[in-house]
């Protein structure tokens, strides 16, 4: 299976509110920008993403997201790992999830 180009990958830490901590956008084979997903914090420990969503009557649907696992893991580890390194180097401290 092709792995993906996932590219431009820009994190914006956010004052955490019921798990959320960030938001991330990236660049998806030098072709498509993805944004707003957003990185939540889980119960277990770590870090998962949540995809976009509009609110139409009482649904919600999904403005995208990956189909199968192995994409959804490829996105997750580029963004987690440039969130990691965004609140590492957090130079003020401000940021604590």
């Not at 955490?16 to 990185?39: C, H, N, Q």
């Not at 119960?43 to 609110?55: A, D, N, S, V, W």
Request: proline share 6%; with cysteine.
């Amino acid at each position: 299976m092709k792995k993906h180009q996932i590219t431009e990958v820009q994190i914006l830490p956010i004052k955490p509110t019921e798990g959320l901590v960030a938001f991330a956008s990236l660049i998806l084979d030098f072709d498509l920008y993805l944004g707003s997903i957003g990185i939540v914090t889980r119960p277990e420990g770590g870090y998962r993403l949540l995809y976009p969503t509009k609110k139409i009557g009482d649904r919600s649907i999904s403005l995208f997201c990956p189909i199968n696992r192995i994409f959804s893991k490829e996105i997750e580890e580029e963004v987690i790992k440039k969130f990691e390194e965004v609140t590492k180097n957090d130079r003020h401290g401000s940021f604590s999830p």
